[in-house]
C-alpha cells in the first residue's frame, strides 16, 4: 500500500510539472477548435526526466476551443483482443465556463500501471489518479507492454473522442506499433493482445455528463 501511495505521489508531482508553467497555451496557439501535441520546453524536459521511471508513458496535449463548449471529459477505452470491452469508469469532467478554461493542456501519465489523467487550464488544474483504470487482472500479470502517442492536431467536435495514447499489455513476444487513432478505427488489428487502452479526451457543448450506461446525469 505505501508503495501505491509512493507511486501516486510522484505521478502527481509530474503531472503539475508538466501541466503548469508561466507562458500561456492559449496566447500560443491561436484560434480554433482543436488538440494538438504539447512541445515542451528545455527546462520542462529536464524536469520531466528527473521524475520519470524506466517504465512511464506520457503524452500532453494542448487544447483551445470556442465558447460553445461547456465541458471536458478523459477516459479510457478498455479492448480485449480486439474487441471493446467497456469505457472505463475512471473517467473525469470538469466544466469549461470562462475564456481562460477553454486553452489549456491535457496529460496522460501511466506509471506501475497507475493512470493519471489530468487537465490544466487558467482557472486550475483536474485530475483523477486510480489504479482501477488498469483491471486488477492485467496488473498483476507480466505482460509484454508498448505504447504510442497522438502525433497529429485534431480537430475538436462535440462528443468527439480524441485518442492520445494508447498501452497495449499482451503476452505476445512481438507488438505492432499502431496509433491510438488507427487502433480505435481499426480494432482488428489488435486482436492479438489480451489488453488495450485507449485514452481519450472529449469536448461537449453540453454541461450534461454520461454514465457508464449512456444515461443523462445532471
Not at 496557439?29 to 528545455?42: C, D, E, F, L, Q
Not at 509484454?144 to 480524441?162: L, M, Q
Not at 493482445?193 to 443523462?216: H, I, M, N, P, R
Request: hydrophobic content about 30%; proline content about 2%.
Amino acid at each position: 500500500m505505501r508503495g501505491k501511495r509512493l507511486v501516486a505521489a510522484l505521478t502527481a508531482v509530474m503531472v503539475t510539472v508538466l501541466l503548469t508553467g508561466c507562458e500561456s497555451v492559449g496566447d500560443r496557439i491561436g484560434a480554433g477548435n482543436y488538440v494538438r501535441p504539447y512541445s515542451m520546453t528545455k527546462s520542462e524536459k529536464e524536469l520531466t526526466q528527473l521524475l520519470k521511471g524506466d517504465d512511464d508513458y506520457t503524452v500532453i496535449g494542448q487544447f483551445k476551443v470556442e465558447d460553445e463548449y461547456k465541458s471536458i471529459q478523459m477516459g479510457a477505452d478498455v479492448y480485449k483482443k480486439g474487441k471493446l470491452s467497456e469505457t472505463n469508469d475512471s473517467s473525469f469532467s470538469a466544466p469549461l465556463d470562462s475564456k481562460d478554461s477553454r486553452s489549456g493542456k491535457v496529460a496522460v501519465v501511466v506509471r506501475d500501471r497507475m493512470v493519471h489523467l489530468a487537465e490544466s487550464n487558467g482557472e486550475g488544474m483536474a485530475g483523477s489518479s486510480r489504479d482501477a483504470a488498469i483491471s486488477k487482472k492485467a496488473s498483476e500479470k507480466d505482460w509484454v507492454e508498448s505504447s504510442s502517442e497522438f502525433t497529429e492536431s485534431a480537430k475538436v467536435s462535440d462528443g468527439k473522442k480524441i485518442y492520445l495514447m494508447s498501452l497495449v499489455l499482451t503476452d505476445s513476444k512481438q507488438v505492432e506499433t499502431y496509433s491510438p487513432e488507427d487502433i480505435a478505427q481499426h480494432p482488428e488489428k489488435v486482436r492479438d493482445y489480451q489488453y488495450v487502452y485507449l485514452f481519450y479526451v472529449t469536448f461537449s457543448k453540453d454541461t450534461t455528463e454520461k454514465s457508464a450506461d449512456g444515461t443523462d446525469e445532471e
